[in-house]
Every structure is written in C-alpha cells, then in structure tokens.
C-alpha cells in the first residue's frame, strides 16, 4: 500500500514562530487533506488540497502531486495552535474503493 | 461543516465485556467510517459503513469483533466485542460531506479504557 511519511516527527516553537511541516507519499494520489487533532483528541480537517494552493489565515498549504509531497505553513504561531497535524492521502483500488491512509503525524508543541 | 455527535464520549470497561458506540449524523450520507487510534499513534481504518448493505473491514479487522450497524443514512453503530486492554483506543467515526467535496470530517471520539 501507499506509503505516508511526516516530518518532523516532534516540532517545539515559541509563539510567533513559523513553521514548515512536510507530508512526503509514495504514490499517486486522488487527494490530500491536512488534519489538526486537538489535545482533548477533536480532529478538524484543516485543508482539502488534491494540488496547488490555499491559505485559511495564518495556515496556508501546498501540494506538488507531480512530485508527491505536501507543505502546511504555520505563521505566527500561537499556543492553540498545538497538537497533532496529520496528512491523510485518498487513494482508489481495483478491488477496493477509495481509502484515506494517514501519516504518523507531527506532534507540534507551540510554548508562550 | 458536518456536527457529528458521537457517545459515550469516554468509558472504562471491564474484560471479556462489549461496548456499542453511536454516530448521529445531521444530514444524509453515503458511506460512514470507523476509525480507531491506538494510543500515541495514527489513524487506522477498521471498516465502512455502507446502508443496506454489510460494512466493508479492513485487514486486520473482522466482523465477530468489530460489527457494526447501519439502519439509515444519519446513524451508525460500532461494536467493540469481547474486549481486552488491547482495545484500548480511541474510536472515530467520520463522514464525507457533498459540500465541500471531498473533505473528511470527525466525530468527536470515543475514549475507551479496558481494564
């Protein structure tokens, strides 16, 4: 199956900081979105982002399907901005229909 | 975005016991997922829920230990059966919404501690 790397795994800031989290897969894919779980463990789809770019505040992404990774932007980052990001990539079967597979995440610890 | 209600949010169960969790969802959909979350990990995809038809497991997953109900199109049931601390877990269940296309969203989790 598709394989999803994420780095860094660990990622510590201090408010206001920026930071750059990278989502390599190793097939084609169908989409990408881009996940933050909370730390009370909620998961809100932060970006849908099968290719191109797109900026929702101070979070913007880009995905380069051609060459199979994915970047999620913090700018300015603030302490409710810690937890976990994930990818998740969609990818179809012959004999199954389409799957999310998730990467193992970054674990982003943002101090004041 | 989709609300997503899920229950129990949290319990503590005995081994060798089963707990039946609920997803609600506020509109109509096709296909429902479970997901579980093992401690410190990602996210692993036990089965889709189709209505009127049986859920689709993944590997790994079976039908005895994870069975899993889908009487309409806003609900759906997972079943952890016989379990042991090794179920310990968080459980999601999420949903694709028409609009916008293509975006996952999840419920809030169900904290299961088996003892």
């Known amino acids: 199956g598709i394989q999803v790397e994420q780095s860094p795994p660990d990622l510590i800031l201090q408010e206001g900081a920026n930071s750059t989290l990278r989502c390599n897969f190793s097939d084609s894919v169908n989409n990408l979105q881009w996940f933050h779980q909370n730390p009370w463990g909620q998961l809100i789809n932060l970006f849908y982002?099968?290719?191109g770019t797109k900026q929702n505040g101070r979070l913007s992404a880009t995905t380069v399907a051609t060459e199979r990774y994915s970047l999620l932007y913090i700018s300015s980052s603030q302490t409710t901005d810690s937890g976990v990001y994930f990818c998740a990539v969609e990818t179809s079967g012959e004999t199954s229909g389409s799957r999310l597979t998730f990467g193992e995440g970054t674990q982003l610890t943002v101090n004041p | 975005s989709a609300v997503i209600s899920q229950k129990p949010s949290r319990d503590i169960c005995q081994r060798g016991t089963s707990l039946t969790i609920q997803c609600q969802v506020d509109?109509?959909?096709?296909?429902m997922f479970w997901y579980r979350q093992q401690p410190g990990q990602s996210l692993t995809l036990i089965a889709t829920a189709n209505q009127g038809s049986e859920a689709t497991y993944e590997s790994g997953f079976v039908i005895d230990k994870f069975p899993i109900s889908r009487p309409n199109l806003t609900f759906s049931t997972l079943t952890v059966s016989n379990m042991s601390p090794e179920d310990s877990s968080i459980y999601l269940c999420?949903?694709?919404?028409?609009?916008?296309?293509?975006?996952?969203?999840f419920g809030s989790g169900t904290q299961l501690s088996v003892l």
């Open positions: 999420s949903v694709y919404r028409v609009l916008p296309p293509g975006k996952l969203f």
């Open positions: 982002i099968p290719s």
């Open positions: 509109s109509q959909v096709t296909m």
